[in-house]
């Protein structure tokens, strides 16, 4: 019995350690159960915060594109505005100019606008935007193969790199442009379905513009197109009205107006102002010999003449009354504009108009008078260069007298 009781207690003993060693293992599985759980709830809480961060970087980049959106629709408000009160063309284009640079040019950018000036579409500059010294160079500028394929499309133009843009030969834009163009994009200016003109933007590095980019300029351009058309329509229409018909020299009024101006900047700057009266010899003789056309034709040609010449030396030609004329030349002395004066004299007398089929000479006789040498007032400097005329008229005209 001794010996029985004895071999039971290992069986106790192996049954209470096998026990503890199931507990144990329960314990620790349990354990490694709830990190494994933990871990996985930590993981997932980490991907629910990497997606959030998304989702707000995400809205942030949405929120920064609708408030650069937001401006632009807002500066593009602000520019149909300013360009409605603007009624010369001049003013039109620097609007036009000034904030499609703003809303669309790079830091070397160009932004340009050409406008058609007759039947064959021809191009004419009417202006450049830029930052770089390029934009002074290109003020002869006729357009090119770009201008020219948006004007023939009538469409809007998107080149991201013109070395590698199957539509134009980049030797041929090489030879024909001496700077560098990286890349472009170009609109139409269009009024009453007609395309009038270019509004473009060109940079010397290429991919500087995008589709984003011309779906914007072409905005502008529908925008712009008519404000242009009517600015032109008004400097026409200005003209006509500052403007005699038969001679194309400014009205009397008009004349006198730009000659008080002239008149003020002169005296306010310390500079000097000279005007020349200017009269056709023996006018009236023209008319009773050949008649009344015969006049006309005399005058036509004497403006065609006064503005081959003097236009280009920054003159202002006006037709003061019948046969008289009165040119206004800013920042010339007496000296210099008897010397251009009598040059034109001298050049005219040796030329000849057909009347009723006969070569017939002209002379002139023409006073001199400048401010503030001579007079500091419009009615003064006026009557003292007609005096001068009066002087030639007695001395025996074809010639030119200074007060």
């Known amino acids: 019995m001794v010996l029985a009781h004895n071999s039971l207690l290992p069986i106790a003993h192996l049954s209470f350690l096998a026990a503890i060693a ?32 998304q989702q707000l970087e995400l809205e942030e980049s949405r929120n920064k594109a609708s408030s650069a959106k937001l401006k632009k629709y807002e500066a593009l408000a602000a520019f149909t505005e300013t360009l409605n009160q603007n009624l ?31 039947s064959a579409q021809g191009l004419s500059l009417m202006g450049a935007k830029g930052s770089s010294p390029e934009a002074g160079i290109i003020k002869d500028k006729q357009g090119d193969v770009f201008d020219e394929w948006v ?37 139409c200016l269009i009024s009453q379905n007609h395309p009038i003109g270019v509004l473009r933007l060109e940079d010397p590095s290429p991919g500087i513009f995008s589709l984003e980019d011309l779906r914007l300029l072409s905005t502008i351009c529908d925008i712009a197109g008519v404000a242009v058309d009517n600015a032109r329509y008004y400097q026409r ?3 006509l009205a500052i403007r005699d018909s038969l001679t194309a020299a400014f009205t009397r009024a008009f004349t006198l107006e730009r000659l008080n101006e002239e008149i003020q900047r002169a005296l306010l700057t310390n500079d000097t102002v000279s005007i020349l009266m200017l009269d056709i010899d023996f006018f009236k003789r023209y008319n009773d010999t050949y008649g009344h056309i015969a006049g006309d034709a005399v005058l036509r040609s004497l403006g065609q003449w006064l503005n ?13 009354g019948g046969e008289e004329f ?55 400097l006026i009557n003292n260069a007609d005096s001068a005329l009066y002087k030639a008229k007695r001395t025996g005209r074809n010639r030119v007298c200074l007060f």
């Open 22 to 53: 199931w507990l144990l293992f329960h314990t620790e599985h349990k354990r490694n159960k709830n990190e494994n759980s933990l871990r996985s709830e930590v993981e997932d809480l980490q991907g629910r915060i990497n997606i959030a961060y």
């Open 151 to 187: 004007m023939r499309h009538a469409q809007p133009l998107l080149v991201e790199d013109t070395l590698k843009d199957f539509r134009f030969d980049a030797q041929r834009l090489r030879a024909a442009v001496k700077r560098r163009i990286g890349s472009v994009i170009s609109s």
């Open 88 to 118: 010369s063309l001049e003013d039109t284009v620097k609007t036009l100019l000034e904030q499609s640079f703003a809303l669309l040019g790079a830091e070397r950018s160009l932004c340009m606008v050409y406008l058609a000036i007759d």
């Open 237 to 239: 229409t200005r003209e």
């Open 308 to 320: 081959a010449y003097f236009l280009n030396r920054g003159a202002v030609i006006g037709r003061y």
């Open 326 to 380: 009165l040119l206004i030349l800013p920042s010339s002395s007496k000296e210099e504009a008897f010397s251009l004066a009598e040059n034109f004299r001298a050049s005219i007398q040796e030329r000849t108009v057909l009347l009723r089929r006969n070569p017939t000479r002209i002379t002139l006789s023409v006073g001199i008078a400048a401010c503030p040498q001579d007079a500091q007032e419009l009615d003064a």
